[in-house]
Every structure is written in structure tokens, then in C-alpha cells.
């Protein structure tokens, strides 16, 4: 089976922290995504890389890092966390040529 | 633009019945296309996908959708609906490409009533 896990299910942090959200998979995928979930919005993709070293900006990067230093392992970064960035994080990988994303559980973030 | 369309942000159906959920794209060329489904507090599970070919793809859980290029839609659907459906729906649209970028619709909560 495929897994993609990410590190945390639920994370608490303060306004102006810096935030690491980590994300694992084991299926050898090239590409990988970070993406955030908010109520009536759906999904929207904050940061994709397609090998090692290589990313691009998705439709919100604004406040976002990422950082990928070896194939299985993708990080998505706040660099100063703020309250509206309080959200469901989802992280996913796949193979080139589109086939499926598969989803790690998502990590629930509350800044306060 | 690109975009997904889900017109229907909740809908309400008894166990048993029939269920449609529809998605409309808005998309240059021919997608790839998804259903996924969220159970609450989990990350996302594909139903099923369209890639080419049958435009009636069957999927998990006794889920199909139909692909209508004239209607630029790709509906859901399931002949009897069971309580441990009820969940979030999302519809995706992808590129004929090596990104994997995809693009998610808003979402349709289902509830199911006993």
C-alpha cells in the first residue's frame, strides 16, 4: 500500500513562530504537494516539486516555504506563522504523467 | 482559467436512495479527471478516475461517474447509498502532463439519513 504520512495530526503554535510540517512517503514518487484545505474553498495547492531540489509555486505561496532534500521526505515552512493561516494541511504524492495523488491524513493547524 | 465546479456545497439523502453529485470543469483541453472522498478528519481517498477510453468509469465502493465532454461535466453517482457514505466529495481535474498538479473543486458534504 502506499503511505504518505505526515508528521503531525493536530499542531497548536503562537503567532510568529516559524512552523515545520513534514511529509514522508514510501512509493517512490517524483512529484509531491502541499496543499491547504479550507471550509467552501476545497483544496488549494501551495507548493509542488517534481524531484529533488526542484519546486515551484502553486496558487498560494504567499507565507510559504517548502524544501525537499531527499525523494521521499517534502517540508512545507512558515516561516512566521499567523493566525490566518490556521488550516488543514494536506500533503500528497504521485507519479509523473498524472496518474492519482495519494493523501497523507492531513495535519490540523490552530495558530494563536 | 481552469476551474472546478461543484454546485452543490451539502445535500441530504436517505440510506438507500439514489445519489448524483455533480462537477462541471472549465479546462483547455482534455483532462484527467477524479473523485475523491474525505472522511471526516482524514486525508483524501480516490474513488475513481478518467483518464481515457469508456466514458462510464466505475469505481470503489460501488461508485461510477460518467464523463460528458459536450456538458464539460463528470458526474457521481451511486444506485443506493449507505450511512458510512456520508462524507465530504471532491472533484479534481489534472493536466495531460508530468506535473500531477491538480485542481480541486469546493466540495460536497453528504449526509445520510437513516
Known amino acids: 500500500d502506499v503511505k504518505v504520512t505526515q508528521s503531525s495530526r493536530y499542531l497548536v503554535k503562537r503567532t510568529g513562530e516559524k512552523v515545520f510540517l513534514e511529509c514522508v512517503q514510501d512509493?517512490?514518487?517524483?512529484?509531491m504537494f502541499w496543499y491547504r484545505q479550507d471550509p467552501g474553498l476545497g483544496l488549494r495547492l501551495i507548493y509542488f516539486?517534481?524531484?529533488?531540489?526542484?519546486?515551484e509555486k502553486g496558487d498560494i505561496p504567499e507565507g510559504y516555504s517548502v524544501s525537499r532534500e531527499k525523494k521521499e521526505r517534502f517540508s512545507l515552512i512558515l516561516e512566521s506563522a499567523s493566525t490566518n493561516q490556521t488550516s488543514m494541511y494536506l500533503c500528497?504524492?504521485?507519479?509523473?504523467?498524472?496518474?492519482?495523488?495519494?493523501f497523507g491524513q492531513g495535519t490540523r493547524l490552530t495558530v494563536v | 482559467a481552469q476551474s472546478v465546479t461543484q454546485p452543490d456545497i451539502h445535500i441530504t439523502v436517505s440510506e438507500g436512495a439514489s445519489l448524483e453529485l455533480r462537477c462541471n470543469y472549465s479546462?483547455?483541453?482534455?483532462?484527467?479527471l477524479f473523485w475523491y472522498v474525505q472522511s471526516p478528519g482524514q486525508g483524501l481517498q480516490l474513488l475513481l478516475k478518467?483518464?481515457?477510453?469508456?466514458?462510464l468509469v466505475q469505481g470503489i465502493k460501488g461508485f461510477e461517474a460518467e464523463f460528458k465532454r459536450s456538458q464539460s461535466s463528470f458526474n457521481l453517482r451511486k444506485p443506493s447509498v449507505h450511512w458510512s457514505d456520508a462524507a465530504e466529495y471532491f472533484c479534481?481535474?489534472?493536466?495531460?502532463?508530468?506535473?500531477?498538479?491538480?485542481?480541486f473543486g469546493q466540495g460536497t458534504t453528504l449526509q445520510v439519513k437513516p
Open positions: 512509493m517512490d514518487h517524483e512529484n
Open positions: 479534481a481535474v489534472g493536466p495531460h502532463s508530468n506535473t500531477g498538479k491538480l485542481i
Open positions: 500528497a504524492s504521485s507519479f509523473p504523467r498524472n496518474t492519482e495523488a495519494f
Open positions: 516539486s517534481y524531484d529533488v531540489k526542484m519546486k
Open positions: 479546462y483547455g483541453a482534455t483532462p484527467y
Open positions: 478518467y483518464f481515457s477510453g469508456d466514458t
